[in-house]
C-alpha cells in the first residue's frame, strides 16, 4: 500500500471517531446508597416471595428466593424519552439454581412489574421493548441467550409479538460476573456481552416513547445458597445519545476538507 494512501484512510478513520454521536448520562447507579429509593429504583416483588434486595455492605442488588416459582422486577422509578436512542450499561451476577426466567432491558414507561411474569419471556401484552433474555421462553425459542425485541401487542405468552434479534453474543456464564452493553436508535441496535465486540443489526424502535430499565428473575428450585443470593446486579448506568458538539462539527468540517484534499493529490499521483 503506498504511504499516502495509508494516510488517507488514517485521516477517513480520525474524521468518523470524531463525528459518532456522544452520550449524556440520564441514570447510573453502582448501589452505594442506603436503599433502593436513594438508588431511584423500584422493587416489585411479585410472587413466592420473590425479592429484589437492597446490600449496603456488598453494594449491590440481590435477588432473593425462599418457595419454588419466586419472582420479582426492578426497574428505574424514573422513566426517560429521548429521540436519538439510549445505551445500558449493566454489571450482574445470574445463579445457576435452577432458574426459569432472566431477562435485562428497557420497557416502555407505561409498564412496570406484573404478576402475569416476565416481560421478555412471558411476552406480556403492553411490554413495548427491547433486551437480552438469558433463560425462559424467549432464549429456548432462540437456541441461547438472545437479543430481543417485544412489540407489546398481543396476549401473554403469545410469542408472535416477539422478535429475536441475534443470539451471535453467544451465553453467558453463571455465577461469575458478566457484563451487557445494548445501544439502541430509532432504526439500529447493537449489543455486547463482557466486552466483545458488539453485533449490530437494523430494526425498527420506538424512541418517540418513554423507557425504563427493568430486569426480572424467577427461580423454579426451592434450593437456596445463602438465600439465593447469588444472583446480583452491581452497577446500572442509562445513557442518552446526542448529536456532537458544535466544536466536533466544525472538526468534522475541516477534516472533510482535508480529506478531499488527499484524495485530490492522490488522484493526481496516480495520473502523473
Known sequence: MKIKTLKTLLLAGIL??????QGAVVYQTDFTGANFVDEGLTNEGIAGSGNWVHNSTTDRAEYDWLIRNSRAALYTTSSFQNDLGFTLDVSFQHDSLNDSRFSIGLVEST???????????????????????TIGSVATTAGGDVLAFNDGSTPKNDFTSITNLSTAQG???DDILQTFSMTVTATTWSYSLNGAVATTGTHTFDTSKSFRFITYQQATSSFTAGGGENSFFSSITLTALTTPEPSTLGLFAM???????ARRREARGMIG
Request: charged letters at 5%; one cysteine or more; a negative charge.
Open 16 to 21: 468518523c471517531t470524531g463525528f459518532m454521536a
Open 111 to 133: 409498564f412496570s412489574g406484573s404478576v402475569d411474569g416476565d416481560w421478555l419471556n412471558s411476552a406480556l401484552p403492553g411490554a413495548y421493548g427491547i433486551g437480552i433474555s
Open 171 to 173: 451465553n453467558i456464564t
Open 255 to 261: 477534516g472533510a476538507a482535508l480529506l478531499f484534499s
